[in-house]
């Protein structure tokens, strides 16, 4: 029903306040908007990959109108790589939490090795689009790499690298730097054949070489590389 003011020589139709349609859903802010593409993006790129995976996947899937990866990262490969970016930081921070968790409390050579071995398989035990989801984007990359090498190195590899190597280097103090960092690649070269191996099992590109799990396999490394680094340690 309309309300009908009169003022003098004016007469205003005020109308009522119009309720929100329960079938609508509100416009997304700016930020989640953002996010929300990042997250379509991470999901699609990791099952489809880059090349299968287009601009109208990605926005349907997100809930967003046609033109939002134009107007929040400039084109379909920007949004990848920040889709890497931010996939990076937070596998950067988990290590390097794990790696200052135990050098804080002033931890011995075997604790700090099994911290980060820990923090760097964490997503192969992990299930759904949070833990074998980034495995297989990281996966897709390589096979089919769209991003640069420095992309990689500067957001994970060398900050990690680094404090791996002061941790070691405090656990292991007679040991030269040199010395420590070769330990360091060795120990890093492992995990990496485990993760590769099984990320390349999720894919369906290689069935796993041997019956192992996963904790059997890094319990085996770090007690590996703790034996190698006290071998070292006594010549």
């Known amino acids: 029903m309309l309300t009908v003011v009169r003022s003098f020589h004016t007469i205003v139709r005020v109308e009522p306040a119009r309720r929100p349609d329960p079938g609508q859903h509100p416009e997304p802010a700016p930020a989640d908007t953002r996010e929300r593409l990042l997250d379509a993006g991470e999901g699609m790129f990791a099952n489809r990959g880059y090349a299968a995976t287009s601009v109208r996947d ?7 109108n046609l033109a939002a990866i134009n107007y929040h990262f400039g084109s379909k490969h920007n949004l990848y790589r920040e889709v890497f970016r931010r996939r990076l930081a937070m596998m950067r921070q988990e290590r390097l939490a794990a790696i200052e968790a135990k050098t804080r409390t002033s931890a011995d050579l075997a604790s700090v090795l099994r911290a980060f071995a820990e923090a760097f398989v964490a997503p192969l035990r992990e299930q ?4 074998r989801g ?18 990689f190195h500067s957001e994970l590899i060398v900050p990690v ?15 030269d730097e040199r010395t420590v960092g070769l330990c360091v690649q060795s120990f890093v070269a492992q995990l990496l054949h485990l993760v590769h191996t099984q990320s390349l099992a999720a894919l369906g590109l290689e069935r796993p070489t041997a019956p192992f799990t996963v904790p059997e396999v890094v319990a085996h490394i770090v007690r590996f590389t703790v034996a190698a680094i006290e071998r070292i340690r006594e010549t």
């Open 161 to 175: 690298n680094r404090a791996l190597v002061r941790a070691v280097t405090e656990a292991a103090p007679e040991l």
């Open 134 to 151: 980034p495995l297989r984007l990281m996966m897709r990359e390589f096979v089919d790499p769209m991003l640069p090498l420095e992309l």
């Open 128 to 131: 759904g689009a949070g833990g």
């Open 58 to 64: 990605i926005t349907s899937e997100a809930g967003c």
